[in-house]
């Protein structure tokens, strides 16, 4: 079992910025992709921000030019560096990775348990 704990969510006005963070840990052989997405009310989870191991990233459109995504490796952990919130970012943040268990060639899909991120006009 892989478990996330993500951090860092929190209230900011309007143009602050937020660094959000997420450490995986448990039966970890490799971890493959990392991203962040969140579910605006009503609305289907949508992708924010992805990366891949080898450090390939896609962003939603409305967040390019102000979110970074990054990882280290070593650490397990994922970050989502973000600058000029708007009150439209205001959702919860879940953290997603793509894992191995094992040597086997299977990966499995864990979610952690969201972080509110709240942005004030």
């Known amino acids: 079992q892989v478990q996330l704990v993500e951090s860092g969510g929190g209230l900011v006005q309007a143009g602050g910025s937020l660094r959000l963070s997420c450490v995986a840990s448990?039966?970890?052989?490799?971890?493959?992709?990392m991203g962040w997405y969140r579910q605006p009310p009503g609305k289907q989870r949508e992708l924010v921000a992805l990366?891949?191991?080898?450090?390939?990233?896609k962003y939603a459109d409305s967040v390019k030019g102000r979110f970074t995504v990054s990882r280290d490796n070593a650490k397990n952990t994922m970050y989502l560096q973000m600058n000029s919130l708007k009150p439209e970012d205001t959702d919860v943040y879940y953290c997603?990775?793509?894992?191995?268990?094992?040597?086997?060639?299977?990966?499995?899909?864990?979610w952690g348990q969201g972080t509110q991120v709240t942005v004030s006009s």
């Open positions: 997603y990775v793509t894992v191995r268990t094992t040597p086997q060639p299977y990966e499995y899909q864990f």
């Open positions: 448990g039966s970890i052989f490799s971890i493959n992709a």
């Open positions: 990366i891949s191991s080898s450090g390939g990233t």
